[in-house]
């Protein structure tokens, strides 16, 4: 992963919601982030479910800037299947019952599908200009996501180590791609050191 540069993250700014059948350490396969933001007051707003919020995302300056940052919690064997524009969030193990994809006490190793949309249908902006954006501000999502869940990452410290798969959506070749965007322990927020 090369080393990406994104504004100052400031974890006051960031607002988490967990959602019915969520908790701060539970589940992990299948939880899913939705993150959004306000470009008037820089705020974050995260919302962590079973599913991705459709009342975060149906409001209208959402659905016409097409903005958000989209993650899922898998098991590293599962096929992340198909978010663009909605689809399914359902997955199939590619593996079948093996040991492949768990760690040495049986537990499954997980990874985190993160899902931006770079052009597509109605949305605003070029893709140029939209893949640009996502490239800069992803770290910032994510280390919002990282902060907001930490108590997640304090139950399951392994889960540090699980890796983040970046899914760029777009209608064009060019921008259409997945890439991996390093481990969560990559986006963790160093202690404010006391002056």
Do not use: C
């Not at 180590?161 to 390093?182: C, L, M, P, Q």
């Amino acid at each position: 992963m090369t080393q990406r540069k994104s504004p100052k993250f400031r974890p006051n700014k960031v607002h988490t919601v967990f959602l019915e059948g969520v908790n701060p350490s539970f589940p992990i396969a299948g939880r899913h982030y939705t993150l959004t933001h306000s470009d008037r007051t820089g705020d974050l707003y995260l919302s962590v479910g079973l599913t991705y919020n459709p009342v975060q995302l149906e409001r209208p300056y959402i659905r016409f800037m097409r903005d958000e940052v989209r993650g899922v919690w898998l098991a590293e064997n599962a096929n992340p299947g198909s978010a663009v524009d909605g689809g399914t969030d359902e997955f199939v193990t590619t593996f079948g019952p093996t040991v492949q994809g768990q760690r040495e006490d049986g537990e499954p190793l997980f990874v985190t599908h993160i899902y931006v949309h770079v052009s597509g249908g109605r949305v605003y902006g070029r893709a140029k200009q939209r893949d640009y954006a996502f490239q800069k501000e992803l770290p910032r999502a994510l280390r919002a996501i990282r902060h907001a869940d930490a108590y997640l990452f304090t139950a399951h410290p392994e889960l540090d180590d699980a890796s983040i798969v970046v899914h760029f959506e777009s209608d064009s070749e060019k921008y259409h791609r997945t890439e991996a965007w390093g481990r969560w322990k990559d986006y963790t927020i160093p202690l404010l050191r006391k002056r």
